[in-house]
């Protein structure tokens, strides 16, 4: 999904007191990834801020900062055993807290809804409700995207626990009335690497009156490990026989199309780049994909529900979710609308799609579609959104 140009949350300069490099005379210390986790060090709305880094014995590394619940850097090894970080990012706080310069939702634990609700409203037991419309479009269409933006989760500083070398658990507190959204919640997300080179992602909420809740993972794959040229080689497979139609603004239209004769056809894997630039409407009108797919895996999340590939590197993801649904971004507004010079993770400069994002979610928009499965979260029940990247050698 795209970036927003958005404002800064109210946190000034002052506020992003990054801490000084660390290390000694031998320099800082680097991640496998290369990040100098001092540069993650800071206190953003009074709440500290740091990088936590998760590894296993096989040489998988995740670094992730509790501010967002973001992925910072993901790291395997590739066919010759070389580290690679497939997920792109900032190397740097500083970046990911400018929501006015740099907005982002690079490797985000979004929240409270993922995806966009249109214009911003839906009914709950009779109620209306009216959310932060903080996604613009043409004509006055102005959705909530992403809980909010600025003021969502993926802008918020969690609570982080490290529970043991790979494993993190990052929780939240959301007043009542949070851009709209009903009900105080408490929700975690759990972050744990397992020994198989598996990330496995556990969100978990509670509430005190009723609400909806939708959470996902943001990363942006490139598993090439090149960042700085459109990722259109990577091999994507969605195990999906039909998809949820959108409008000009990303909307979805109510309607479920199927798969079959069109370029959202990707029940044989091929390349992304076979089919991106086609003239069917619905890549043309995204610049690429941004759309939901409805999974043939009903909720199986020991089924194969969509995966990833790069013949460079020979590393391959298999994604697993217990989720009606996966939203399929190719990285549309990367690299243009002024982000052509803007400096990334290593000093990499993004160009438009360099990655594929999978996020697991309920199907965009289902507060008000109530033939779709449902997000409503009622006082005494448990919220439980599970997905997990499988990866290995191909």
Known sequence: ???LKVSLLGIGAAALMLGACAGGQNGPQLTASGLDQAKFDTIIGGEA??????KNAKGMEVCITNYGGRVVSLVVPDKDGKPTDVVLGFDNIRQYADTQNTPTDYGSSVGR???????????????????????KHDGGRDHCLHGGGDTGWMNRVYKAEQVDPQTLKLTIVAEDGENGFPGTVTATTTYKVTDDNTLDIVWEAETDKPTIINQTNHNYYNLSGDLENPGYDQVLYVNADSF????ESYMPTGVILPVEGTPMDFRTPHAVGDSIHSEYYQVQNAHG???????????DDTQVCASLYSPKTGIFMEMYTNEPGVQVYSGNFQGVGGEENVVRKLGKKY????????????????????????????????????AAYHFSIK
């Open 113 to 135: 809804y993922a995806n966009r609700i249109n214009m911003g409203k839906f009914v709950l037991d009779g109620d209306t409700i009216q959310l932060k419309q903080n996604d």
């Open 49 to 54: 801020v740091k990088l936590y880094t998760l």
């Open 244 to 247: 949820t139609e959108s409008d």
């Open 1 to 3: 999904m795209r970036n």
């Open 351 to 386: 160009p438009q799609h360099v990655s594929v994002c999978l996020e697991s979610q309920k199907f965009p928009d289902s507060p008000n579609h109530p033939e779709w499965k449902s997000p409503v979260l009622r006082p005494g029940e448990k919220y439980y959104s599970h």
């Open 289 to 299: 994909y941004d759309h939901n797919w409805v999974l043939n895996t009903d909720g």
